[in-house]
């Protein structure tokens, strides 16, 4: 009787046995389908290509800033507010013979520079008071600029001592850059997709969908030194297209 209760124990750990490593088998099977599984998508998810999109144009300037920095010197303070003022009137009689609008001509106060205030003896200049003042033309006239110019020397003439430097330089800008960034941007975009088409058929992919898109900042440059009416125009786009078979 002892034995037959032995033996039916034993049989009940082997049939335990048995199911249990069955279900480890199938855990196993299944566990090694999902690492399968998890595996391919992560190659998948790694299958990208980064790319770059380029725009340009070149676009004409339809803003001038033309500064007029001229200097005068007297010893006296009444002698220097007329000399500012006939500086000031010549160089409007000038712009406007040229046809540029009067409200589109502003002059800054004078910087008035006592120059017996630090200096004596044989040092001090002949005139004891300078002044600099600016008139600065603001105008959307940039051909008519451009051709006068030239004719600046009519003002040397007339006294108009003119001080040109880098700190007044004339200016051309483009101030229609809203007006055309939806198009530079699509042809940014577009020009990223070519490159990525080629990627893709060089590795025998083809193009997914965007995971990542940024977009450079728009850079307006001079063409060259000699002509900054002309503007560059350019923008650069970075995207991250997926990659299928």
Same mark, same amino acid.
């Given at each position: 009787?002892?034995?037959?209760?032995?033996?039916?124990?034993?049989?009940?750990?082997?049939?335990?046995?048995?199911?249990?490593?069955?279900?480890?088998?199938?855990?196993?099977?299944?566990?090694?389908?999902?690492?399968?599984?998890?595996?391919?998508?992560?190659?998948?998810?790694?299958?990208?290509?980064?790319?770059?999109?380029?725009?340009?144009?070149?676009?004409?300037?339809?803003?001038?800033?033309?500064?007029?920095?001229?200097?005068?010197?007297?010893?006296?303070?009444?002698?220097?507010? =007329?000399?500012?003022?006939?500086?000031?009137? +010549?160089?409007?009689? %000038?712009? /406007?013979?040229? @046809?540029?609008?009067?409200?589109? #001509?502003?002059?800054?106060?004078?910087?008035?520079?006592?120059?017996?205030?630090?200096?004596?003896?044989?040092?001090?200049?002949?005139?004891?008071?300078?002044?600099?003042?600016?008139?600065?033309?603001?105008?959307?006239?940039?051909?008519?600029?451009?051709?006068?110019?030239?004719?600046?020397?009519?003002?040397?003439?007339?006294?108009?001592?003119?001080?040109?430097?880098?700190?007044?330089?004339?200016?051309?800008?483009?101030?229609?850059?809203?007006?055309?960034?939806?198009?530079?941007?699509? =042809?940014?975009?577009?020009?990223?997709?070519? +490159?990525?088409?080629? %990627?893709? /058929?060089?590795? @025998?992919?083809?193009?997914?969908? #965007?995971?990542?898109?940024?977009?450079?900042?728009?850079?307006?440059?001079?063409?060259?030194?000699?002509?900054?009416?002309?503007?560059?125009?350019?923008?650069?786009?970075?995207?991250?297209?997926?990659?299928?078979?």
């Amino acid at each position: 009787m002892a034995i037959m209760i032995r033996n039916s124990r034993n049989a009940v750990v082997l049939a335990s046995a048995i199911v249990l490593g069955g279900l480890l088998a199938v855990g196993l099977v299944g566990g090694g389908s999902y690492i399968k599984q998890a595996a391919e998508v992560w190659q998948q998810s790694s299958r990208n290509v980064t790319v770059r999109g380029l725009a340009e144009r070149e676009v004409a300037a339809d803003l001038v800033l033309w500064p007029f920095n001229y200097s005068v010197s007297a010893n006296s303070l009444s002698d220097l507010e =007329e000399q500012l003022s006939n500086n000031d009137q +010549a160089i409007r009689r %000038f712009l /406007e013979a040229q @046809g540029f609008a009067s409200e589109h #001509i502003t002059t800054t106060p004078p910087r008035i520079t006592d120059q017996f205030s630090n200096l004596y003896g044989g040092q001090r200049p002949d005139e004891r008071y300078r002044a600099e003042a600016t008139l600065l033309l603001r105008s959307p006239d940039v051909e008519g600029v451009m051709q006068a110019i030239p004719s600046t020397t009519s003002l040397v003439r007339q006294g108009v001592l003119l001080s040109p430097s880098y700190e007044y330089q004339t200016e051309f800008l483009f101030t229609g850059l809203d007006a055309i960034k939806p198009e530079m941007i699509a =042809e940014a975009t577009a020009d990223a997709r070519n +490159a990525a088409q080629q %990627f893709a /058929e060089d590795s @025998g992919s083809q193009v997914g969908q #965007i995971h990542q898109a940024t977009q450079g900042y728009f850079s307006i440059e001079d063409l060259d030194s000699y002509t900054p009416n002309i503007k560059r125009v350019r923008v650069v786009t970075t995207i991250d297209y997926a990659l299928k078979d």
